[in-house]
């Protein structure tokens, strides 16, 4: 990549976190306006949990193959592609007229969205170099954060209007992205080489079936079918569940996929990798991943479950659910901003570790604080202390993870890295949001059964509220014959945040740990990995 003037690199970074914005917002912004999506097409419950996960699991399942083409056709090139395909899917999904055509607009922008995120850290990384790389990681790392608050936010606020509205939005945005990277930014150099087919067809089948696992298990059974699945009139309703199956050929998928990879790497028949796994023996690159996955698992998972606790137990609209996770984005940001002047004191590495610290401590008084009256201000402080730890964490774990790699497999890299940092994004939700559920569960039946009510009138009210995730509470609430009931279940609720956000903190400090096996790096530009 030529040299740029330095006005036109941060510029162009403010274009490529923009559209790295957009498309966190618009895997938050959903599970928002779900209620309105339902009201205005109907759509039944199996449609709205494709509606919200489809979107998650193409993105995870094509990271890596973009990461490859992000080499192969330049990683600006692909980006841009991205953010067109974006705008022409939000379009698709502002428009819908049922659910299914949504669902397939979500797909749609799942796609795109795996095009934007992996070649917009290639393009920071190939941008900048030393001091400038760790601050512009800083930015890209916090914009996630923030853009994760802000989701719910805005979903809040454009559904009082129209939820169509929520996809609507991101087209001004994709045409101002679009005319800043193209400007601002010059054209990604290209290697020469071709796409590793069957490996393609093995990596997204694999990552594609581990991130259905992940983010459906709790719905449809870990091992035994609890609830049937339909796609496309087809119904799975018994037998081994659909996650177990997942799980299964996602493992056997995934490892002939790393052993072909490993073939192709020691020169195994005349096409490249689509992964090369030889990158793995760098160190920062190797430990840095894992603690990418480790970080994920206990960074955003209490994102799937504190947006419930706060409208369905503290009795917040959506909206004023999405302005109490408004400390979050500001603490990220402030740490953005903060790791620029802290830069020449401590190295990436430390900041990670300053962030994950923090992020400790944050959690810690969430669920120390975590009551059916809970009061604001104290939710308000201890999200505030999280921010500011995802903002040092979440970003400087990437400077530190492609530090050393070499520019030919920064596209590599970058897909590695981001499928990474999915896997344990999708990881955390699956653990999280099912400790939250068991914990409610199990603690509202016990209070019902404890207060003398028969075992199935219990279990019917524990159903209930488990399977509405908290929204059957207020009108159980509104009836003074379940009021009680009502109490309970917002009691247990809150116990369920307490445990996710504890849980959340022991993953937390274990990926502190995981940093210690992290060796800062002092080269400048990564090594150089011949091909046998």
Known sequence: MTAQSPPRRWLGLIAVTLGVALIVVDATIVNVIVPSIVGDLGVSSGEVQWVQESYAIVLAALLLLVGRLADLLGARRVFLAGVVMFGVTSVFAALAPSGGLLILARFLQGVAAAMILPTSLALVNATFTGRERGRAFAVWGSTIGAAAAVGPLLGGALAEISWRWAFGINIPLVVLIFLGVRTLLAPSPRTSGRIDLPGAVLSVVGLGLLAFALVEGRTYGWVTTVHPLDVAGLSWDCGPSPVLVSLLVSAVALLVFVRRQAALGRGGGGTQPLMDVRLFSIGSFRNGNVATVLIGLGEFGIMAVLPLWLQFTLGYSALQAGLALVPLAVGSFVASGASFGMASALSPLALVRLGLALEVVGLAGLGLIATPDSAWWPISLALLVYGVGVGFASAQVTNVVLADVPADSAGQGAGIQSAARELGFALGIAVLTTAFFSVLGTTLHQRLVSSGMREPLSDQHTAA???????????????????????????????????????????????????????PSTATTGPTLTHA
């Open 465 to 519: 509220v488990t399977d509405s995730a908290g929204a059957a509470i207020a009108p159980l609430a509104a009836d003074p014959r379940t009021a009680a009931v009502a109490e309970a279940a917002q009691a247990a609720m809150s116990q369920g945040l307490s445990m996710a956000a504890c849980l959340a903190v022991g993953l937390l400090v274990l990926a502190l740990v995981a940093t210690a096996a992290v060796r």
